[in-house]
């Protein structure tokens, strides 16, 4: 099954979604996704608890989400054992009840970009936290959280096209470059990488058909035109200072490391 509904908040988040996105081109099955993602929030907890360590001040929109979705399962579950999904649930059945609520807040867009590899805005709704429950009690202040998923497309032209892995490394690679940046002096943060967050690599294609990752949607304008038209010269001065200063950056970094 998939979802082709596109967000009815009126939060800039969405307004810019709904710019960029357009209906479903290629379906996933959103009944798969949402008990992946179920299973995805149990593993986090368990590490938590494990690891004794929670720095919720530290905790970026993914790991606030995990925590809500999981909040929010023991809620509609009478028992802890169902509260943690096995990985079988999460990799199979279409039909288990622990995942109809996530799914039932779940949304998705297709973007109308993203090369040869199908790329998709997902929507997860905290308004409501029960069935029954139409209060917004939520503590995400914008309602929603955005993610976006990246996956093979389902007719892979040749065995080494489409390398989401390689993307996958040479972002977190690159996220753990600004880190080193962030606690070293001042003036290295603009040596920083302008990508957004990876989160999760999934290899077992029986869950969306074929391999895909998650990582941070970032808000902003996507040009097509490299001649950047609606720009001033002053603006497209501006961007292709900033285009040479990300080279730059990207030419400092010590691959090798």
Partial sequence: SSSSSSSSSSTDTDIEASATTTQLREALDMNQLAAWWLNLAAVSNNNSNNNHHNNSSN????????????????????????ATASTTQARGDKHKPSSCWLRSHMELRQFGHG??????????????????????????????????????????????????????????????????????????????????????????????GAEFYLMQYVPGRVFVDP????????????????MIRTLVSLHQVDYAA
């Fill in 115 to 208: 090369q040869s590899n199908p790329t998709f805005l997902v929507r997860i709704d905290t308004r409501r936290r029960r069935r029954n429950d139409t209060d917004d009690n939520s503590n995400n202040k914008n309602n929603s959280f955005h993610f976006v998923l990246r996956k093979k497309p389902a007719r892979v032209a040749h065995v080494t096209a489409h390398a989401l892995h390689r993307e996958y490394r040479v972002l977190s690679q690159l996220h753990q470059h600004n880190l080193q940046q962030i606690k070293r002096q001042q003036q290295r943060r603009r040596r920083l990488i302008p990508i957004p967050r990876v989160y999760a690599y999934c290899t077992d294609t029986t869950i969306l």
């Fill in 59 to 82: 905790e970026d929109s993914f790991e606030q989400c995990l925590q809500w979705i999981q909040d929010v399962n023991s809620e509609n579950t009478s028992t802890t054992t169902t």
């Fill in 227 to 242: 001649s950047l038209p609606g720009l001033s010269p002053a603006q497209r001065g501006q961007v292709v200072q900033e």
